[in-house]
């Protein structure tokens, strides 16, 4: 008889989905993790529910503005060429999912779960009463030069394709929703349905809420180490071993630290990214807007006006790039006219694969180890239906959706 039927490593929006949905079927859990709940990359995102965003990083525009994005000082992409060079597997790899059909592929995986995203984190929702929380008021998402929105188009067209739904809006359209923007937008896309969250940790902290109430168990510590034997998995997290059924890595970027999991093998790697809070400007906008140029999302939240978003190449043990702040602040600033002092500054860890698709399924380690993390851009929209498919694994049942693209045996 183990201590616990499922032990969830890792309190991001991933693992406390996984533990709710777990706890909610009536399957006795432990969530651990050393910080708190939701103070991970699910702190400190652009806060959309992004059931529109099927396209990845990769693709083909990477591989031949690539010069132009590490040359420029205006790029929304930074790369550290040491690491780059140092971590040749996953560059390499990356690029290789650039090319056309690979995107595709990517694109009709991401977009067939995120089709399902609602349905899994409806139920969270609604169980931890978390609905003032959540604003459904769409997203827009805008190009303010004809070259961005005429280079944007084959996406434009393979979302449709895969079924998104958008209206496209001219300059007078995106004016009129959000009147504040200050640099004159060549055409926007309205993505219908989107919602947003008004504070992304106060939302993960309300699901974990729930799951301590429904008689889940919380240690704040890191496990060290997994041990799987024929009957379950022996958990280590500092003096504490504990024994279960099975067990979860949700560890978001770290989830290489949890050795013996099986996760150390896998070519993850991060995509740090920043943002900046002004507190004063939070009633500028009603909806998130997201800036394709810019490379960042601007979202209105209860702590002011949050712009979100960069991609910087880099190892997470390197210290904060202030220039990708400075980057934000400036360009912030074009598009919304000055705005005071930011109050708060952050960065964090993407965890994302080569192929932009996380991992979903057991381990190549013991099948009795599920790993569920690799989100990338879209870990908050993500988390609550990889919650659902993880206890669905976890009670021995079929996901009622395909997930053989997310199988860590793909690599
Ligand atoms: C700037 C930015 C903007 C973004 N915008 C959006 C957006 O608008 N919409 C969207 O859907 N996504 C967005 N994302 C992505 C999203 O934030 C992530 O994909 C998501 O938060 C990942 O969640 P996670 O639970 O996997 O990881 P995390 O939230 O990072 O949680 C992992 C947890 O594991 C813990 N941990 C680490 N090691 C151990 C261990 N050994 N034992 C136990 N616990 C451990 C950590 O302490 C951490 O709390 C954005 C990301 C960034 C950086």
């Known amino acids: 008889m183990n201590d616990f039927d499922l032990v969830v490593i890792g309190a991001g929006i991933v693992g406390v989905s996984s533990a709710l949905w777990a706890q909610e079927r009536g399957l006795k859990t432990l969530l651990c993790d050393p910080n708190l709940p939701g103070s991970g990359a699910s702190y400190g995102n652009a806060c959309t529910l992004a059931i529109y965003a099927c396209l990845p990083v990769n693709s083909p525009s990477v591989i031949t503005g690539l010069p132009y994005l590490m040359a420029s000082k205006d790029s929304p992409l930074s790369i550290n060429y040491w690491h780059a060079l140092t971590h040749p597997r996953w560059m390499l790899s990356f690029l290789n999912n650039c090319r056309a059909s690979k995107v595709e592929h990517i694109a009709a995986s991401l977009a067939g779960l995120l089709s399902h995203a609602d349905a899994g984190i409806n139920p969270l929702i609604a169980s931890a009463g978390a609905e003032d929380l959540v604003v459904a008021n769409d997203m827009i998402s805008i190009w303010t030069t004809q070259k961005g929105w005429e280079g944007s188009k084959e996406g434009t067209e393979m979302r449709r394709r895969l079924g998104v739904d958008f209206t496209e809006l001219s300059s007078d359209e995106v004016l009129d929703l959000e009147p ?25 902290t309300r699901l974990y809420q729930r799951f301590l109430d429904l008689g889940g168990t919380w240690r704040q510590n890191a496990v060290d180490q997994t041990e799987p034997r024929k009957d379950g998995v022996m958990v280590h997290l500092g003096r504490e071993t504990v024994s279960a059924s099975r067990v979860v890595v949700t560890a978001g970027a770290h989830s290489k630290t949890v050795k013996g999991s099986g996760a150390e093998r896998l070519p993850l790697e991060t995509e740090r990214g920043y943002h900046l809070v002004y507190k004063n400007h939070g009633a500028k906008i009603s909806r998130p807007v997201g800036w394709n140029e810019g490379g960042f999302y601007t979202t209105p939240t209860d702590g002011g006006l949050r712009l979100a978003g960069t991609v910087e190449i880099n190892r997470i043990g390197a210290p904060m790039n202030r220039r990708r702040l400075a980057y934000i602040a400036r360009r912030g600033a074009e598009l919304w006219g000055p705005l005071d002092g930011p109050v708060e500054e952050w960065m964090g860890f993407r965890p994302t694969f080569p192929d932009s698709l996380p991992v979903i399924g057991p ?4 099948d009795r180890i599920i790993l569920a993390y690799g989100h990338q851009h879209l870990g908050l929209t993500l988390g609550g239906i990889t919650g ?15 997930i053989g693209a997310f199988s860590p045996a793909r690599f």
């Not at 504040?180 to 993960?204: E, S, W």
């Not at 381990?363 to 013991?366: D, L």
Request: proline content about 11%; charged content about 25%.
């Open 180 to 204: 504040a923007i200050r640099l004159r937008p060549y055409r926007g896309l309205r993505f219908t349905g989107a919602r947003h969250l008004r504070d992304p940790q106060a939302f993960v």
């Open 363 to 366: 381990s190549p380690a013991s």
């Open 388 to 402: 659902r498919i993880v206890t669905d694994l976890a009670e021995g049942r079929s996901p009622n959706l395909p």
